[in-house]
């Protein structure tokens, strides 16, 4: 779909959040991937949490970026506390995820392959499952992040569909300008992506390793 189109005839989506649940839902099903709900819950939420680049990102002198899984697995095991522990892994399997699933194709230019992030972010998620504390909240999610390690190749392989292929031509070019305005922060893309209904509300950036 041409922008001129989108531009003539724009058709709405109520939400980042509920386009990412259509798409993620379609791409299981196709697939043949099965999770529990807060699971597919949960991955959901994610892509949405991540639609802001500045949660994506983390903060450094030279800038906004990503931190090697490497070092972020480091500042898992040399934490302080538990609960900065289980947070610095679970900042660990949610970034490998998103980057493994959903920008899978810049890691051609990387030393580091899918296999890479599909290792060290099934890794975190089964680490955590069993180091949440035994409170209502880590009896919750130990479940999803144990599924989450379990399946974490299944769950890349459907965030690849959800990029590539979508519903229909109009999901396609959605994820497209997306992706164009979640890495090159391109004032175009962001006004077609609200002309869409979908309201980014984050300061974009490119994805970079520190």
């Known amino acids: ?25 379609a791409a ?3 697939n043949k991937v099965a999770v529990e709900d807060h699971t597919a819950h949960y991955v959901v939420n994610l892509l949405t949490l991540f639609a802001r680049a500045e949660a994506l990102h983390d903060q450094a002198d030279c800038g906004p970026g990503l931190k090697p899984l490497a070092l972020m697995l480091a500042e898992a095991a040399e934490a302080d ?3 900065s522990r289980n947070s610095a892994l679970k900042r660990l399997g949610d970034v490998a995820l998103f980057v ?3 920008m899978a194709e810049g890691l051609d230019r990387k030393a580091v392959g899918i296999d890479y992030y599909v290792r060290m972010g ?25 599924e989450l390690g379990s399946k974490f190749a299944d769950v890349v392989d459907v965030l690849n569909e959800v990029r590539h292929a979508g519903n229909s031509v109009r999901d396609q070019d959605v994820l497209r300008l997306y992706e164009s305005w979640l890495t090159t922060g ?25």
């Open 122 to 146: 099934g890794g975190a998620y089964r680490t955590l499952s069993t180091t949440l504390p035994p409170n209502p909240r880590g009896r919750a999610f130990a479940p999803v992040f144990a």
């Open 100 to 102: 493994a699933g959903f």
């Open 186 to 210: 391109s004032r175009r893309a962001e006004r077609l992506l609200r002309q869409l209904g979908i309201q980014p509300h984050m300061q974009p950036g490119s994805i970079r390793e520190h």
């Open 28 to 30: 299981m099903a196709s």
């Open 81 to 83: 506390s538990g609960e």
């Open 1 to 25: 779909m041409a922008a001129s189109e989108i531009e003539a005839g724009v058709i709405p989506v109520p939400s980042l959040q509920e386009f990412f649940r259509n798409s993620v839902d």
